[in-house]
């Protein structure tokens, strides 16, 4: 790819007193690219994020995010992008349109765009009749769904997705993944964390961290081709042992 990454990362390093959590991170992420970040717990990976989405900042590096610099214009990157956590950050108490509605009126929203768009992806979702259902009343699938779409509604440049499938089967995790590629196919850059590796041959590239460090980056064809492996879980084995 030859545009202008959407995320930049040179030589990241974030320390916690003598421990280094990320050790001299490189890496870029493009338009439209669905990037998997992977690694074993502890490897770093949280920490990385945190820094990407402006909730922490790096002790030493260069690292711009949608055209911001992780220094100091971080209120300004937590404005452009889009997140979604493994609790799926939905408020159980209130209705799946308060839930929309409350996180569009966060990002800017004006009352008029969040109802009409809201009626057009309920619509489009075949859900418009549990609009006023409580989030604590559906299942956990479309809890899932809504989340995401939820963090999406403001059309982000970037979403992140800290392990959003856990937990789930894997059918409404495939369904899961149609919303990750319509919102690639948008032009929403999706950066993914996930521990199913089946999940990261889904990715256009996905990099592997390992105490620290990025140990391995590439698309997952050329990754199962380098280690001589079936499939991205073999890959995943080999690196991190």
Known sequence: MTQTPIISVKNLNK???DFTANDNLNFEVYKG?????LGANGAGKTTALRILCGLSKPTSGE???AGFDAYKQTELIKRHIGYMSQKFSLYEDLTVFENIRLYARIYGMKSKEIKEKTTKILDELNFAHAR???IKDIPLGWK????F????FHNPKIVFLDEPTGGVDPITRRQFWDLIYKAADEGITVFVTTHYMDEAEYCDRVSIMDLGKIVALDTPENLMKTYTAK????V???IAR
């Open 15 to 17: 320390k916690f007193g």
């Open 231 to 234: 499939n991205m879980d073999e």
């Open 144 to 147: 899932q769904k809504l989340a």
């Open 236 to 238: 995943f084995i080999k």
């Open 149 to 152: 779409l939820t963090a999406i």
């Open 33 to 37: 690219e669905i990037f998997g970040f």
């Open 63 to 65: 690292i711009n995010i």
């Open 132 to 134: 006023n259902k409580k």
